[in-house]
């Protein structure tokens, strides 16, 4: 029964991707690989920042913190916390910001990579 919810909510809301051009999308590829979302399916606002994500077309690690317990230890460890959705987001400098809440995340996406960021 879940199941089909979800797939349900999931094309009332699905978007097409994003598309670049080649040189665009590698430039994207390479700033996301310092990128990785703590999550876990079920989570009503993980899906949002997930359906945000594959609209932009990015390839964000995801770190499923129900099935792997090292996800969820890291999480606490680096951001205080364990509350999903999180977006580690690393530094130049290799130190990393963890940002909480899917509106801010789905902002600080589309800012980056949407129309106007790439």
């Known amino acids: 029964m879940f ?3 979800r797939r349900a909510i999931g094309q009332m809301f699905h978007s ?4 670049r051009s080649p040189e665009d999308q590698a430039a ?3 700033a996301c690989k310092k990128l990785s979302l703590y999550q876990f399916q079920s ?3 993980c899906m949002r920042v997930r359906m945000q994500i594959e609209r932009l077309a990015l390839p964000i690690e995801l770190r499923d913190t129900q099935r792997e317990p090292k996800h969820r230890q890291d999480l606490m460890a680096g951001g205080g916390r364990t509350m999903v959705p999180c977006l580690r987001i ?5 130190t990393a910001e963890w940002m909480y809440e899917s509106a801010d995340i789905n902002r600080y996406l589309e800012r980056r990579f949407g129309s106007d960021g790439t």
């Open 90 to 94: 690393e530094k130049d400098d290799g």
């Open 16 to 19: 097409t991707p994003i598309e």
């Open 28 to 30: 994207v590829d390479h």
């Open 3 to 5: 199941t089909r919810l």
């Open 43 to 45: 989570c009503p606002f």
